[in-house]
């Protein structure tokens, strides 16, 4: 008898371990972008890294839509186990709840911040039709012609979006919005003509710029993107201490266990210090962050704040 219970206490205390070993099987990382949008980009890369420190495959899974909301109400949704990831940006995070009258999720109640991944500046590009060369020259041409701009974001409540209504707010011109569910939509219709502008990540249409398809009138960033020096920031051309960044970073629904949760927030800010990730990231504009949890979540209260202070002064809608 105490043999077998000694055997059952040993098969039990092993059951438990192995209970508590995580991932013991695929991670499931929802992207509620396209495939080839930088949320993706950011995405698979540190899903690929993560995917080769578990031994456990990281699964990406673009749910597109609303502005990011599908997917990210789906990963509000999930079992609270560890096993399902979410990209979250601007949008979907800090901006949405002020955007939208019926949220399906609650940002700060439902997902939990593990990392701040990435963040960088945004590029102001405009299609060689528009009789512009610099944001002053867009902003007079604006005021002179209203509504007849329009321009592109990667979905209402996106960083694209909320950065030219609060260009439009402080510059006193009208253009249309149009949204799109990621950047390469954009960048096509911006380079056919079928819209004027975008703010955009630099990576979304530096390239352009360069080979003249489009021109770029101005950065969001403080000081000039060292991808771009020749660009000027917005700040210079005549709106001082405008500053409005992308941001990108990682979630999950909340409540996942423990282990879990200290699993992930420390493999991702090891897989975000890597040479190979910081050099790949930062070629695309991108600043690498890597934060802790509790420097991501200070950081959405922040930018949520800031934010419905600006959904809330320039009457920006969810298209």
Known sequence: MRKLAAFLLL????????????????????????????????????GQKLAD??????????????????????????LRDGYTLLIGINGPIAVNKALYKDLPYDPAKDLKPISLLAAGAQILAAHPSVPASDLRQLVEYARANPDKLSYGSVGAGSASHLTMELLKSQAKVSMVHVPYRGFPPVVQDLLSGQIQATFAIAPAVLPQIRAGRLRGLAVTSLKRSPLAPEIPTVAEQGFPAFDATAWIGLLSPAGIPPDAADSIASQTQKAMRLPDVKQSLENQGFEVIGSSPQEFATFIRAETAKWTKIVQATGAKAE
Request: glycine share 12%.
């Open 11 to 46: 098969a039990s205390c092993a059951g438990f371990s192995a209970a508590q070993t995580y991932p013991s099987k695929p991670v499931r990382l929802i992207v509620p972008f396209p495939p080839g949008s930088t949320p993706d980009i950011v995405g698979r890369t540190l």
């Open 53 to 78: 420190a578990w031994g456990q495959p990281v699964v990406v899974d673009n749910k597109t839509g609303a502005g990011g909301n599908i997917g990210t109400a789906e990963a509000a949704r999930a």
